[in-house]
């Protein structure tokens, strides 16, 4: 390859890596209290910013196992109760991790059989916990008051948000006579999903999720002309393959399983779709870049390390040499990075992550659940560091202290 070529290619595969939509699937269950599935909540994130949709019972929760870190902009589907009930949640239990900003939430307005939109939703909350807010903003810890703010955002169809080149367009779906109820589309940088919210078959839904690359479906088990008054606003799975068929993705993901525990895969199938097709469990992870690609975890499992050595598993770590960092619940797929602290775990500060995996260049091994190899980049020089073993789904484990020498 010539040197122009190089030149050429290099900024291509930045562009590749940096500019992907990442969707994280955090709860994956409608109405349940199971502990595997959390309730609905998605994840999304692009050009430094970070979005959720949906925030039912767990979904705070499964936030916090990502490291996800504090998300103050968050766009309700519709406001049965499997889609908002995390969010006291989350507004109370992230409080100081929002700096200034405001909790800030989109979300439809009131309708015929919708005595409380997200306006509403908002100002009810607001006074239920006002002793909670009070105290903690003017009396006792004195956080920050414009961060408790929680403002509502009434979204009619069509663009509701763009900042730093992500763009969210809600579209009105079928979910009478909770109405109005949308889904959402996300756009960045030529990539994108649309997230259905709940829906029974939906004409609209097909027309704005043209060209999407994935598509997140709601899924209801019900027999093919249930009766039932509750599987009339869902879709089964025959109805999701007509849709999943007609919008044609990259990927066809089922979200919010209901009841939880149902695999609607073979149904799907002999109704005809036969695209590309994950049944989400909670912490997969979706990556749109170049090409769509995916890693799902056990979210019951975290990470851990039992023992750091090098190559020839002795207990001396040089400087630029190979670690294998032993331990469990690692993704076997791949997908697992370390992350090293300068310090040690007695510093009483530690320097800021350098994240080693498979996209930072130099030697890195992880095909295990058991073992990860990786050569240590310049710099990490010799000194106390933490490191932490993160599985394909960013679910961390404790830091482990090593001496490089
Ligand atoms: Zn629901
Ligand atoms: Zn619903």
Redesign the pocket.
């Known amino acids: 390859m010539s040197t122009r070529l190089a030149l050429f290619f290099f900024p291509a595969l930045l562009l590749s890596q940096t500019q992907t939509l990442k969707v994280t699937l955090l709860g994956t269950a409608g109405p349940s209290l199971a502990f595997d599935r959390a309730e609905a909540g998605t994840l999304v994130q692009a050009g430094g910013e970070t979005l959720l949709f949906d925030c039912g019972r767990g979904v705070p929760e499964r936030l916090n196992q990502i490291g996800a870190g504090a998300v103050s902009k968050i766009f309700l589907t ?1 406001l ?1 109760s ?2 908002t009930q995390g969010l006291p949640i989350l507004w109370m239990g992230q409080w100081n991790g929002r700096g200034s900003n405001p909790f800030s939430v989109w979300g439809p307005g009131t309708g015929p059989d919708q005595p409380a939109g997200v306006a509403e939703l908002g100002s009810m909350l607001s006074a239920a916990y006002a002793t909670n807010t009070h105290i903690r903003r003017d009396l006792v810890e004195k956080w920050n008051a414009a961060a408790i703010v929680f403002e509502a955002h009434v979204v009619s169809e069509g663009v509701v948000y763009q900042s730093n080149g992500v763009t969210v367009t809600a579209f009105l779906v079928a ?1 009478d006579p ?1 109405a109005p109820a949308f889904g959402y589309r996300i756009d960045y940088a030529g990539h994108s999903v649309a997230i259905s919210g ?1 829906t029974r078959p939906s004409d609209n839904l097909v027309k704005f999720s043209q060209g999407v690359e994935v598509l997140v479906h709601e899924v209801f088990n019900a027999a093919v002309g249930s009766t039932s008054a509750t599987a009339a606003y869902h879709s089964v799975p025959e109805q999701a393959a007509g849709i999943f068929t007609r919008v044609a993705p990259k990927l066809a993901v089922y979200s919010h399983l209901a009841p939880a525990a149902f695999d609607p895969t073979a149904r799907t199938r002999a109704a005809g779709y036969n695209g590309a097709l994950l049944v989400a469990s909670d912490l997969t992870t979706i990556s749109i870049g170049g090409k769509v690609s995916v890693a799902s975890c056990d979210a019951s499992v975290t990470p851990a390390i039992s023992a750091v050595t090098n190559a020839s598993y002795g207990q001396t770590l040089a400087a630029g040499g190979t670690l294998v960092v032993w331990g469990s619940g690692f993704s076997a797929g791949g997908g697992n990075d370390l992350q090293f602290r300068k310090g040690g775990l007695t510093a009483t500060t530690q320097g800021p992550a350098i994240t080693v995996g498979e996209t930072s260049g130099g030697y890195f091994w992880d095909l295990s659940a058991t073992q990860m190899n990786a050569a240590l980049p310049a710099s990490i020089a010799a000194g106390q560091w933490t490191v932490t073993a993160r599985n394909a789904c960013g679910v961390a484990s404790s830091a482990f202290d090593i001496a490089v020498q």
């Open positions: 519709h049965h499997d889609h979910h909770v709940d």
